[in-house]
Every structure is written in structure tokens, then in C-alpha cells.
């Protein structure tokens, strides 16, 4: 007993030196990183052109092995990469769900940098927004938000700090990619239609798209929606379910997203039944599904210039390209890029946004892809 | 057992039987649909690969052990087959893409082996120990994916789901085949009975001069293999090969098993109350979306499930205290 309490505390001095020397390593590479940043940046608004703009620049985020949050920041580096910086040299202020981490880490980051840098980021939950963008402003550094906001902040109250918030509405691509489908149909029939976890934010805003179209179309009825969690087995199952309960009366399905899509699809094929299937999010599979004629449409939200368009805006108000105060409220707080995509426009989209690497933005164009401002 | 067998006794025999027949005529009544070819088809559809998973943990549960490491094993070795298939032609008939369906039982077997001794060699509960070899499969089979989907389009493979004799697919024929197979094994095997032994009483298996270590990881690594076939129909199902394609096997595979009727305490029940509780449960899944009711009841009603067949399967009185 006594050893192995021994061997226990043992293995905790271990662990504790071990993370003490890690935080080490990394106080020191970003020292390192710092001096380097003030030898080179020392009254950056004069150098104006060459390499020599090395602003220290975070993307604040939840988690990388989540492939949006990584599509996103994958975003945020090319930007840097066009900058002729390296990719390394955007710092990851990784918060893992935790709205105190992501404060906490960005305080420390306008402490290292002096307020001399430009932040990206998602505040984790709407009321963490207003701390992180205080503090911002505090420090005198530059701040560009998504997602997560309260409705009564605004980036306009906090003069040039806060640079802009971008989030995305569902419910009005969820009603085009309804329209589509509901067009398709001809505009008679029913469908059913296959959602996501139910308290989840875009499942209601896409429901609420699908119910939009549905009023401008009174000969088709919604014979039944549910739930499948965003899961391809799921959606399947639900899907059998419905094939059973209202048989050949269904001539077209709405999915909530392009998993859930795939197993409904399934399910149809094992009956060697054809349907015309809208869905959502934009996969490569999907766009693939499309341009075969197996999904009548799907809708991309385009994370990676999310993340690079965020960084840049930052960037550019801190090193004065653009004043943001001077710009209309319509390019502080917007709704992101949807693209909506068919069949006739499948292989270009393909070609321009999913052949391989990301595509070379234009990081200066900040607001012509996004979709008009926030309404409350 | 002593030869007094009660009513209660057959009673609780043929519960689970009851059970899924009051639950077809009561579907039946909401929706006639209910009870037709075309459904019964749909659902078998939906309860193959979770048949398999429960036929494999059945042996677990046996010995009294628990196994939740189905998920990652699911995961991985759909995720290996996937690949090797694709790797090897991706056409069933041609070429040596057959190999991918050997290798992935062989990927599940070695997966269930090391989960076993890892339970045993480091005597680490079951539950613990499986866990998070779960958690492992899981995460090699999003690193091997690195998140992608692996698609079979292959039609010979397919045929799986694709092929129909008297109005089933194919794979509902397979899950036939594998309760035949695990039933020999429970009956006629003296592994089967091992496992009743060991879950009977452990301490008199081992005084008896049975090699319970042996048979814990021989049950383990058949449980793999089980897995691994189950993860080849869940492919075969969707044409999908992904890091998700286990999730929610453990949930349903466990329900089934209790629900069947065989004890979490061990040395009772077997593969017929398995094939019982897979269709109860299924039952219950299909027969909410056909009958109208809100899906999200459906967790709320097996779980309830769950509760009463545990407190009707477990002699309370033989247990003097419950951790």
C-alpha cells in the first residue's frame, strides 16, 4: 500500500515537473517569438510595405479535431501564409468548450503582445463576447468575432477594437434548399422531413426555413418531421420508418444536414425507390451526390474563408489599412456566405472550393461574400 | 434448478417472447403497416449489425463481465475494411479485395484479444478496461480517416442490402447464419459452456480446475470477431466506412441484451434472449416513427424498458446489498 502510494506521488512530482518544463518550453518559444516580433515591428503604422508587417495574430477557437473549427483555422493560416508569414506563426488559442480558457487565454496574449496584435475569434457562448472584447479594447488591440454574441452587443459601441462579428443565419439558404426542392416536386405531393438534435441551433433555424417555403406552397404537405441527430444511421432508420407509415404518399425529403442525407438516401435505395432530396452543410460527398443526380441540392457555409476573413479584418484595421469606425454597420456585423449548390453549378463549385488545397482568396475583398447585416 | 419448476419461472422464460409480441399487435393496432413484409424487411435492415454486436457481448455479459469497447472496434475494423477494400480493387469479384472481409474478423479478433488481456493481465474491471479500448478504436479510426467517409459503391458487396430472397435482403440471411453460429458455440462448444461456468460462480470454475483467465480472453476475442462482422453489414447498410460507424452500438447492443433477459450479474440467459431484446428494441425504434409518436420519447421508453427487465431478471433476495 505504502509503495503504491509512493509510486503515486511519484508519478504526480513527474507530471507536475513535466508540465511546469512544458509551459517553459513554450513561455520561451513565445518570447523567442516576441522578440522577434518587436525587433521587426518596432513603429509598424511607418513600414508599410514588406515583410516587416509581422503583427502578432491568434485565432481563438474550441477544439482542432473538429473538422469545421479545423476548416476554419486552416483558413486563418493560409491568410497568414499570404501574408509571407509561416503557417506556425498564427497563434492557437485552443479553449476546448471553456468560455474562462478563452478569456483567459486572450488576456494573456494582449499582456505578451502589449496590445499590439490582431485576435480572431469564437467567444464560446454569447455572454462571453462582452469580457473578450472589453479586455480587446482595454489593451488597445483589434478583435473580429464569430458566432457567438449577445444581441444587444455591438462592435459599433467599442469604436475601432472591435473590428466585426460574422455569424450565419440557416433559416433562409434551409428555405432556398426547401424552395429547390418543393419546385422540383412541382409544387404538389408531400414530404417528410428528417432533422438534427432538436434543441440544437441550426436544426431549429433549418426547420424553420423548410416551414418558410412550405407556406408559399399549399399543395404540398408536410407529412411528418423528426429528429435523427445529425446521424447518417439514424436518419436510415427514421427514414424506413416513414417508408412504412406513409409509403409511396411521400414524393420528396428534406434533411436537415448532408449526413443524415446520405442514410436517407440509403434507405431509399435498398427499395430501389428514386426521390428528389435537398440537404445541408456542403461536404465534398454531397457536391458529389449533386453533381450525380442523387441530391437535388446542399448549401456551403465556406469555414475556411470564415477563418481567414475573420484574421484578416483584424489585421488590417490594427496595421491601418482601413478605418473601422468609418465603414457602415453593415460591414461591422453580417451574416457569412452561403452558396447554395445545384447540379448545373456542382462542378464549378467543386472546381473553385473543393479541388484539394483551399482556394487564394483575395483577403483584402472583406465584405463581398458575405449576406447582408445581422437582423435581430 | 431444482425440478419444482414454478409458473413464474416459465413466466419469466417466455417474457421477453411476450413482451415483443404485445408490442407488434400494439404498432399493428396504431398502424396496420406495422405488420407487413415491407416492414419487417425495414427492420431487420436496421437490426443485423446491432444483432451481431449483441450476439458478440452476449458471451460477455455471460461471464458476468461487461464489455463497451463495441463502438471502437465497430469503428476501426470498418474503417480497415474500408480502406484494404479500396486498396485492393474495391470490387468484390475481381481481384483480392476479397481479402479486406478476412482481414477485418481478423482486425476485430486482435482488437477483442488485447482488450482481454488488458482486462486480465492488468486486472482492470471489464467495463474500465473495455471502455477504453473503445475510446483507442475510436481514435484510430478517426486517425486513419483523419474525419473522411470511406465510400463502398461496390454492387457484389452491396448486395448485402441490395439482394432480396422472399422479400429480405441478404444481410438479414447472415444475421440468420451468425445466431445458428452462436448458438452452436453456446451450446456445443466447451467454450460456450465455460462461459457459464465462469459467470456461474468464478471462484468454483477456477477451484474446478478451469483456466478462467483463458476463457475471459477467448470470450473477449470472440466478442472481436462478432464486432468486426457486425461493422461489415453496418458498411454493407449505408455503403459508408467512417469513425462513426459504431456510434450508438453500445447503447442499443446492451439494451437488447438486458432487455432479452440475460442478467448483468452473469451465468443466465443466452443467444435466443439476445435475438429477443434485438427485436424489442427494433421493434420499439420503427415501430415509434411508424406509429406517429415523437422520436425523442423513444430513449425515455427503452430506458424504462431497461429498469423493469433488470428488476424482473435479478432474484433480489439472493443479493444482500447492491453497489
New interface residues.
Partial sequence: METELENENAFIKTFIEQEVSNRRHFLLASAAGLAGVAALGMGFPAMAAGPAQRLPMAWSYRDR?N?YW?EVVSGGEAFVESLGMKKGDLVHLINNGSSEKSLADIKAFLAKTGGKCAIACDPNDAPNARPVVESVAKAGAFVSTIWNKTDDLHPWDFGDNWVSHMTWSDVEPAEKTARILLNAMGGKGAIVGIGGI?ANGPAIERRKGLMKALKDFPNVQLL?Y???DW????A???M??????F?DKITGVFSANDSMA??IL??L???GKKLPVVAYDGNP?AVDLVMKGELLATCFTNPPWAGGISAALAYHAAIGTFKPSKEPKAHREFYGPTILITQKDAQAFKKKYQSGSIPKYDWTDFWSPTTGPIRA | MTSTVSSYDILWKWSPAIVLAALVAFFTIINPNFLSLANFARMSIAATPALLVALGVTFIIIMGSIDLSMEGIVSTTAVVFGWLFLALGGRLAEGWAWVALPAAILTGAVFGYVNGLVHVKLSIPSFMSSLAMGFVGTGIAVLMTSGERIRIEDDVFRALLLERFFGFPLMAYVGLAAVLLAWFIQRKTTLGRNFYAVGGGEHLAHASGLNVRRVRVLGFTLAGMFYAAAALLAVARLGIAEANTGSNYMFVSITSVVVGGTTLLGGSGGVWNTVAGVLIVNVISNGMVVAGLPRYLQDGVLGLLVIIAVVLSTDRKSISFVK
Fill in positions: 479535431s473538422p479545423n432538436p411528418d423528426q429528429p435523427a446521424s447518417t444511421q439514424k436510415n432508420e427514421v424506413q420508418g416513414f417508408l412504412t407509415r409509403g446520405y442514410g440509403e434507405a435505395r435498398a427499395e460527398q
